[in-house]
Structure formats: structure tokens, C-alpha cells
């Protein structure tokens, strides 16, 4: 038993020194890897990690009113293959070959069904020489592809195993896109090609820090021999912004301004339309014509541009007048012939060549936008004291700085005798009141207008309505007033009459229609080149109209102007009131609003047309008018129609992936908003749905080719 009990204790005492000495190893172990061996192991960790990097956030998106995508930050993905991952090259029990070649047969089948670039056997032979190769970093397609694309190509054979055996790396990029095309770029504004420098100009630039978010950090480490980011602090997405643009009505606008550039062969040009009673801005196209003939919006001519406005100005002088009573809209003026002599500098009417106005009164003046009119009845009331002329302009706050939401906004200039460090000539105040020596950028002019349209209330113009982060508003933006009212409810009557007047007799009768009543008034104006004067290399013309509608309730205040014009008589009323007449027309269209029971029956052989489009779009107005339809969308947005005498049917319409689209039947909108996202560039002739276009629908599909849709 003794021997027993001692056998057990060396047993024990053994045991217990082996495991004394196993812990010795171990501390000093650590202390020769915390000593002499430290740098070998930094080393190596170092190694299997990487320095912490930016985690960048998504940027925030551009919305319009109506929810409508404006821009957007989208993620897309360059594909590669590490054939160096040990699992392709491992081969599988009870088979013959490696993974890889177990594989590549049908990869290479799924791949060039889905990205249609090379040939099955193309893809099989470059995948083949990159895994003999051992190529880290093979290039599986040479374009990036979308997530909804990644997600169904890692469904394919070998891919479907998970990055650590296929080898697979995304890459992603993000990428700022506008589905919309060029539709409003200047307004929504561009970000520099390094995203990280954030927005250029727009919106992209007055609301960058909101839009950018805030990065966070990620390492790159070794992990089964790939290198996997790791996050250490997330990012946080910018906030999305809300605008107060109307997709429709700067679809509209746009498309009429470009028109009538085109007519005229015009310089440039740009167009605002804003909600009256808001002050929230619909619309803003800005179209300057490029070297190859085509009109594109380089610069944003309707907030920054400071011009002589030129007689679109004459309102606020005869306003002014008016309004210290020191004339009546009755009053006559001697016109003569249609030139005027002011201290030795000749003033023209521009119907001098058929022998002038002669007797007119202050309203005919301000109809038929005379020259002389204007000038003789403003001199004569402030000869002895313009600086009241001036003061009185001050008080209706046209020289006030308006803050507006887009960088780079001009502010208007409008001199005053009393200023020892402006030149006031004896000419000044005849000039000034037809609006020259003055700078007027058109969305001052605009808010005056739309001042008068509003029974007097002068409001803040602005394009943000809300900020949202994470679908949550975080703020708000509402009308803002700048004047409860710029002049006496009397003087208003006046001159809301002499603009109707305008339309009804006077240079704006271009702008009469049966649909819906226009007031305003029309400027032309000569453009002046600085220290080289008005006549340097030939006359050139800005003419404009500004005006609102409709009259009796006005809902909409909308200004065009347009520089240099190249074909016809230079007029405001005809060539810039012919865009106001258009978008006044479409828009008022496309806000009537009518109950079913409103509408004329219609036949039953008399159906109407429904054009095709998105399947939201066809599915309200069809509701709206009682129409019984069949059908759905089925897996895709976009839809085309067919009726008979009974009900319209809805056929789902398929986008083929790399083919161009089928817009036959469908809107201008819906169209460009598929091809502009296709990656075409797109031109319009006419209006109404589409009738043809210049590249057959399913056929390849090029990025950057311009295609030509005729509407009707």
C-alpha cells in the first residue's frame, strides 16, 4: 500500500514539474517574442495589415418635388479573379481536375450570355491564361456592372462558392448620376471626378456638407490569404435633399426654350418658372449653344448672369411714378417720330422706320414699349430730383441682395446720383428708366414680377423644400416674404392692367391664347461689351418677356431671356414670348384637374390614345379618367398600351440589357429618362408621343450615341 501511495506521489510530482517547466517555456517565450523577436512579429503583423483607410459615405440624393430622382450616387463594380486563391487550383475529391477547370466551361457560358461582350470561347481562353499565369488581379469584364447585375453574376457556376474559392474581388466604385440626362444640370449642379473634393456647382455645391455625410475608417487585412476590409468606424450617408422643382414642368420648359434657340439660332438662353403664391422655383434651364452647334447648359445664366434687363425694366420705373403720384396712366407724351434727343445722345423708338408713336399715353407707352414714352415721362417727373427716382426703386427693393440656394448668384446694381464713387451723367435718368445702366440678373426681375402677380407681396424665390436623413425630415424650408407690399394697392391695379394691356394690344400680342391668359411685358434690349460699347463687331440683342398666368388667379410667374439671335428681327415679345406662351399653355394643360363625371362621355369607337411610359404614370391617368384597363407591369416599370372600344390593355415592357430601347408611343419625358439612363444621348423634334426614332429599338446599344426621337 506504501509503495502504491509513493509510485502515485513520483506519478504526481512528475506531472506537476512537466507542466512547471511547460509554463517556464511558455513565460519565457513571451518574453524573448515581447524582447529580441518583437520587431520580427511587428514586422509580420504589419505586414497582414494595412494602414487604416477612409471609409467614404454615400452621397446623398437630389430629389424633386414629386419624388422624382435628380441625382444620385450609385454603386457600381469592376470584377476580378485572384487566380492565386489556392482553392481553384486544388482539386476536388474522387475528380480529375482542378476547380477551376471543373468550372470554367460554364462560367464562361453564363458570362458571355449575361455581358454579351466576347464569345464563350474568348471568355474560356483569357480566363485560362490568367490562371496559368496566376494572375492576381485578372480583369473579368472591362466596364463596370451594376449591383443588381453583380448579385446575379455571383449566382454563376465557381462564383456561387464564395469568394474564398473562386477567387471573385468587386471593386466598387461610386458613381454620380443624373437619370434625368442633362435636364436642369446647372440648377442640380455637378461634383468634381474625385468625389471626395465634393460638389463643383448647383445644389451639389450649396448643400455639399449635407450631401457628402461623414466618412468613416476601414483596415485592409490579411485573412486566408485574401486581403478583406475591415470596418472600424462606419460612415455616415449624407442627407438627401428635397427640391421645389417640378420634373414635368422643367421637362417642358427646357424643351421650349431649346426650340426657339434653335429657330433663332440664338446664343443662349435661359427660363425660370415659379410658383406665384410660394415663391417655389419649378423650372430652371440655362441652354448655351457649344461648338458643335448643340445647346448644352454650361453656366447658370438665370441666377448669375448681371445684364442690362433692358424694358422689362420700364414696369418698376412707371411703378414708381405712379406710385409717388407724380404721374397717371392717361397722361400724354410726345413720342414724335421716334427719335429723342436727351442732351446731344439720340434715343430711339424701334418703330421709328414706320414714323414713330407721336401722341401716346404713360399705358400705351408701356404696350408698345416705347423708347421715348418711357424716358420722357420718368425724366419729366424726377428731372429736378432723381435721387427720388432712385430711393423709390431702393424701397421696392430691386437693389436688395436676395440669398438664394445656388453659389455664384448675382446681385443687382442700380446706381444713385448721391454716390460720389459711381459716374451719374446728365443721360443717366432717361436711360436708366428703359433699363440700361442698370444690372438686373433675370431672378431679380422674376420676383419683381412675381410681386405684382402676388397682389403686391414680394417673396423669397427658392429651390429646397426639405432635408432628409434616413427617409426622416430634419428640416423644412417655407415661404419667406421680403415685402409685404413694394406699392399702394392703386398703383398695383394700374399696373396689372398695362400688363394685360401689353398681351392685348401691344408688343406682347404673340403671347394671346385660347387656353389660357397671359400678362406681362416684353424687353429687348442692346448688349453691352463692356469698355468696347454696344456696336464693337456688330449690335447684339437680348430680348426677354416676363409675365404670369393665368391672369384672373395667377398660379405660375415665369421669365425667358435669350441673348443674340441670329435669325429674324430681334423681339422679346415674339421670340421669348413664344417660349412663355408654350410653357404657360403645356402647364396649364397639365394641372387641370377635371372629375370623371365632368367628362363628355365619349364614344365607343372613340377610345383615346394612351401613350406608353412608366406604368405609374398610365395607371393614374387612366384611373382618373374612368377608363377600364387590363394588365400589370409585371417585373418592369415601363409599360405600352393598346385600346379597343372597351377597355385599354397594359403590356409589360422589357429593357433588353445592352440593346436599345423600344420608346415607341411613349412621352418625351418617359423616353429621354430611358434612353438619357441607357446611356444615349438624345435629341427631340416636335412634341406629342413618339413616332420614330433614328436607332431601331433591340439594336446593339453603343454608350455616348445620339438618337433622334421624332413626337407628334
Not at 509510485?7 to 514539474?17: A, Q
Not at 468606424?233 to 421637362?251: F, K, S, V, W, Y
Not at 421715348?372 to 436688395?400: F, H, Q
Not at 445592352?658 to 444615349?680: F, H, R, S, W
Request: net charge positive; charged share 20%.
Amino acid at each position: 500500500m506504501n509503495e502504491s501511495r509513493r509510485d502515485i506521489l513520483i506519478r504526481f510530482g512528475l506531472v506537476y514539474f512537466l507542466i512547471l517547466l511547460i509554463f517556464l517555456a511558455i513565460i519565457i517565450k513571451i518574453v524573448v517574442i515581447q524582447t529580441s523577436q518583437r520587431p520580427m512579429w511587428m514586422k509580420l503583423a504589419a505586414s497582414l495589415t494595412q494602414a487604416d483607410r477612409v471609409a467614404p459615405a454615400t452621397r446623398g440624393n437630389i430629389y424633386s418635388e414629386d419624388g422624382e430622382l435628380l441625382a444620385s450616387t450609385i454603386p457600381k463594380y469592376y470584377l476580378h479573379m485572384d487566380m492565386r486563391t489556392q482553392a481553384l487550383h486544388d482539386t476536388l475529391r474522387h475528380h480529375k481536375t482542378s476547380l477551376f477547370y471543373e468550372k470554367v466551361d460554364s462560367l464562361a457560358a453564363c458570362l458571355s450570355a449575361k455581358l454579351g461582350d466576347k464569345s464563350k470561347i474568348a471568355y474560356k481562353n483569357a480566363m485560362i491564361n490568367a490562371y496559368k499565369k496566376r494572375d492576381p488581379r485578372f480583369l473579368v469584364y472591362p466596364y463596370l456592372v451594376s449591383y443588381s447585375d453583380l448579385k446575379e453574376i455571383t449566382q454563376f457556376p465557381l462564383f456561387n462558392l464564395g469568394k474564398m474559392r473562386s477567387g471573385l474581388i468587386e471593386d466598387i466604385y461610386a458613381r454620380r448620376v443624373r437619370p434625368f440626362g442633362n435636364i436642369g444640370a446647372r440648377t442640380i449642379g455637378d461634383i468634381y471626378g474625385d468625389e471626395s473634393l465634393g460638389g463643383k456647382n448647383g445644389l451639389e455645391l450649396a448643400y455639399d456638407s449635407l450631401l457628402r455625410g461623414k466618412a468613416g475608417l476601414f483596415s485592409r487585412q490579411r485573412i486566408a490569404g485574401r486581403w478583406e476590409n475591415v470596418v472600424q468606424i462606419p460612415p455616415e450617408n449624407g442627407a438627401d435633399i428635397i427640391t421645389t422643382l417640378d420634373a414635368n414642368i422643367q421637362d417642358i420648359t427646357e424643351n421650349a426654350l431649346l426650340k426657339e434657340l434653335k429657330a433663332i439660332d440664338a446664343k443662349e438662353g435661359c427660363a425660370i418658372v415659379m410658383e406665384t403664391k410660394t415663391g417655389e422655383i419649378k423650372a430652371v434651364a440655362n441652354l448655351t449653344k457649344t461648338a458643335d452647334s448643340t445647346y448644352a447648359e454650361l453656366r447658370n445664366d438665370a441666377f448669375a448672369d448681371e445684364t442690362e434687363p433692358g424694358s422689362t425694366f420700364k414696369v418698376a420705373s412707371i411703378m414708381a411714378a405712379l406710385d409717388q403720384g407724380l404721374i397717371s396712366p392717361n397722361d400724354t407724351i410726345d413720342t414724335g417720330k421716334g427719335v429723342y434727343d436727351f442732351f446731344g445722345r439720340k434715343m430711339h423708338d424701334w418703330n421709328e422706320d414706320h414714323g414713330g408713336f407721336h401722341k401716346i399715353t404713360v399705358a400705351q407707352a408701356v404696350w408698345y414699349s416705347s423708347n421715348i414714352g418711357v424716358s420722357r415721362t420718368i425724366y419729366n417727373a424726377y428731372k429736378n430730383n432723381p435721387a427720388a427716382y432712385v430711393d423709390k426703386l431702393y424701397e421696392m427693393k430691386l437693389n436688395d441682395p436676395i440669398h438664394f440656394d445656388i453659389p455664384g448668384a448675382g446681385v443687382p446694381h442700380i446706381k444713385h446720383p448721391g454716390d460720389k464713387f459711381t459716374h451719374w451723367s446728365l443721360t443717366t435718368l432717361p436711360w436708366m428708366s428703359i433699363g440700361y445702366e442698370v444690372q438686373i440678373p433675370p431672378i431679380y426681375t422674376l420676383t419683381f414680377y412675381n410681386a405684382i402677380a402676388n397682389n403686391g407681396k414680394m417673396i423669397r424665390p427658392y429651390l429646397v423644400k426639405a432635408i432628409q436623413q434616413d427617409g426622416k425630415t430634419i428640416k423644412t424650408f417655407t415661404t419667406s416674404t421680403i415685402d409685404d407690399a413694394i406699392c399702394k394697392p392703386s398703383t398695383l391695379a394700374i399696373i396689372k392692367q398695362m400688363l394685360i394691356g401689353v398681351v392685348q394690344h401691344g408688343t406682347g400680342t404673340t403671347l394671346k391664347s385660347p387656353y389660357v391668359q397671359i400678362a406681362g411685358k416684353s424687353g429687348t434690349a442692346q448688349i453691352s461689351k463692356g469698355i468696347s460699347g454696344y456696336k464693337t463687331d456688330g449690335i447684339e440683342h437680348q430680348v426677354s418677356f416676363c409675365g404670369y398666368f393665368p391672369v384672373d388667379d395667377p398660379q405660375y410667374t415665369v421669365i425667358v431671356v435669350i441673348r443674340d439671335p441670329k435669325i429674324g428681327y430681334a423681339s422679346g415679345g415674339t421670340m421669348a414670348g413664344a417660349v412663355v406662351k408654350e410653357i404657360a399653355e403645356l402647364v396649364n394643360a397639365n394641372k387641370i384637374t377635371m372629375q370623371p363625371n365632368a367628362i363628355a362621355t365619349t364614344p365607343a369607337d372613340k377610345m383615346p390614345v394612351i401613350k406608353g411610359g412608366d406604368y405609374n404614370d398610365v395607371k393614374t391617368v387612366l384611373s382618373r379618367l374612368s377608363i377600364n384597363f387590363l394588365g400589370d407591369k409585371g417585373s418592369f416599370p415601363w409599360v405600352t398600351a393598346t385600346a379597343d372600344s372597351n377597355y385599354v390593355k397594359i403590356h409589360s415592357m422589357e429593357v433588353p440589357r445592352n440593346c436599345i430601347p423600344n420608346v415607341m408611343t411613349m412621352g418625351a419625358k418617359d423616353a429621354v429618362y430611358l434612353l438619357e439612363n441607357a446611356g444615349l444621348h438624345v435629341q427631340l423634334i416636335g412634341r406629342g408621343k413618339v413616332i420614330s426614332q433614328s436607332l431601331p429599338p433591340n439594336s446593339a446599344l453603343q454608350k455616348g450615341q445620339t438618337i433622334v426621337l421624332t413626337l407628334r
